[in-house]
Each structure stands twice: as C-alpha cells, then as structure tokens.
C-alpha cells in the first residue's frame, strides 16, 4: 500500500488497538487519514482508499448520509491508523478493520446507527462485535433505525401515503397504496432510497411499480 508510516509502539500498546496484532514482534505500520469519502469509506496519505468491512453507510444524498460521513470523519481524522485488511473489492478499495489507539472503529460506527451490518466474509470474534453494536443501535431507534430515516408514517405529509421502496432483485423498485395486505407492515427506510409518493402516478412516473398481488 505504497509508503507507510512505522508506529513506534510495543505490543502491549498494540493489543489495545487491535487484539490481531498481539502475536507480532515487529512495530506495525499506522496509516495517516487525509480524507473521509463518506461513512465507510477514507482515503489515506498514499492515495489507498478504504472501506470499513461489514458495514455499508447511506450514500450522502439520502437520510443519515452526511450524519455517518461526520461520524467517521471524528473516529479516523487526525491521529494513527490501523488496518486487518480483507480483501480487495472490484473498485480496488481496501474492505478492512479499522482500529485507532481509540479502539475498533467499524464497532463504533456501528453502535452510532449509522450504517447497516452486513455480514460479507466469515464471522469471527470481531464481526460479533460489529453485529453485537448494530443490534442494539436498532433496538434503541437510534441513527438510521430512528423515525427521522425509518418510518411507518408520514408524519410530515400525511396525505402523501403511497411507500415506495428501493430493493435489490427484480423487485427493484415498488411501491404499496394504503389498503394492500403489506401495507401496514412495510417501512419507508430513507436511506436506502425508500421515498413517499402523493400518487400512484408520481410513484410511476418516478420508476416505481405497484407490487405484487395489491389490486
């Protein structure tokens, strides 16, 4: 990953960054962090971009977007590096656990209720942290999971009801009018791309279909 900046720190020093590091004998290689891109992705003084593994943030136009981008602009900006890379994506990113002498980064991202677990490689004592910080964030409705981005209602524009929701598969795009049996049960998660409509034209013209089985 092109030039580095050595740490000079012990292993004792290295176990609170990262317990990974605690079979090596060597000073590990600290990354300085020159820019956040949004809030899973950084770019290092080399030019190295990377992702925080495990975790996917709203893109910064849709609801918690720039919030997760702040956020990871606090954890990483300004102070060493630590990377366990796992391996190297299609947009030659770095999916890695980020560590700082403030601890597990991709851990705290995710107690924030910023970003979404998604569990991409195989688990480990780390992934379960990660997995253990976005349960509870979901459970307390804090970040993404709170009513300002996952919403049943919508409180700002009660009259605009029709859920329209941004989905992988075949089913990309759909939307649900009151009185469909899924109604009631279907979230408008904002940011995942999930919006309100007024009509079932404007849900159409927008690239949305009615679902399945809703007459």
Request: charged share 30%; with cysteine.
């Amino acid at each position: 990953m092109g030039k580095r900046m050595m740490a000079g720190v012990g292993v004792a020093t290295l176990i609170v960054v990262g317990g990974w590091y605690w079979r090596s004998k060597m000073p590990v290689p600290a990354y300085e962090i020159v820019r956040v891109i949004d809030g899973d992705t950084f770019e290092t003084k080399e030019k190295q971009r990377i992702r925080l593994a495990n975790l996917d943030a709203p893109e910064l136009d849709l609801c918690g977007g720039a919030e997760a981008k702040k956020e990871l602009e606090k954890l990483v900006l300004g102070q060493p590096v630590y990377l366990k890379i796992l391996y190297r994506d299609k947009y030659m990113r770095f999916l890695s656990l980020v560590y700082t002498p403030e601890g597990f980064v991709n851990e705290k991202m995710a107690g924030t209720g910023l970003s979404v677990y998604r569990l991409k490689f195989e688990k480990s004592s780390e992934t379960e942290k990660i997995e253990r910080a976005y349960k509870k964030a979901v459970k307390e409705k804090i970040g993404l999971y709170s009513a300002k981005c996952t919403q049943t209602v919508n409180s700002a524009k009660p009259k605009c009801n029709i859920k329209g929701n941004v989905r992988e598969g075949n089913d990309a795009k759909t939307f649900i009018p009151p009185g469909c049996t899924s109604y009631s049960s279907t979230l408008v998660q904002l940011y995942l791309g999930d919006r309100w409509f007024c009509t079932e034209a404007e849900a159409v013209k927008a690239g949305f279909r009615k679902v399945k089985g809703c007459n």
